[in-house]
């Protein structure tokens, strides 16, 4: 077992806070709401679009629909990080990460403080920005990349594929 604490520190930025909020679920809930769009658009001009020799300029106009859609969705959830980030407070933006064999450590300067143990820690994503954990029973805690020197970085890799076995799915 990993005897060390690996220390990160990060002041987060917009471009965090959108990523963390780009879940897989709200992926899914976009790619919901294409399909839905499109099957709304198809069975209210169906006759439109089949009747005519040419179907082409109904489905351009569905497809169309469906794009402007999904980027009114986008920038409203853009939208939505931009004002919670605008309100949070510097102190809370300066992030400080502790982990151990025992848990995990999330506090900023404004003296908040989350422990997390290992056992409700699901599964593990690293992608090019970020280290992602998904809790148990819900949640998911976003670490960014760049809050760790390499060596530390190359712990927290250890320490995951250490706690998460094959549910650690890692880059390094």
Known sequence: MTAQVIL????????????????PRIKITLGVLAIAITAINISQSSDLIFGQDDMVPGLISIFVTVAICILIWFLIMIACVAIGYRRMRD???DITYEMSAEMQVISDTSGIRINIPWNIVKNA????????????????????????????????????????????????
Request: no cysteine; proline share 4%; aromatic share 8%.
């Open 91 to 93: 102190g809370h933006l």
């Open 125 to 172: 994503r690293e992608d090019r920005h970020a280290f992602r954990l998904n809790l148990k029973p819900g949640g998911q805690r976003y670490y960014p990349k760049r809050a760790f020197s390499e060596p530390d970085a190359i712990g927290v890799r250890v320490l995951l594929r250490e706690k998460l076995g094959m549910k650690a799915r890692l880059n390094g």
């Open 8 to 23: 990160g520190h990060v002041h987060l930025r917009f471009g965090d806070i959108l990523r963390a909020s780009w879940t």
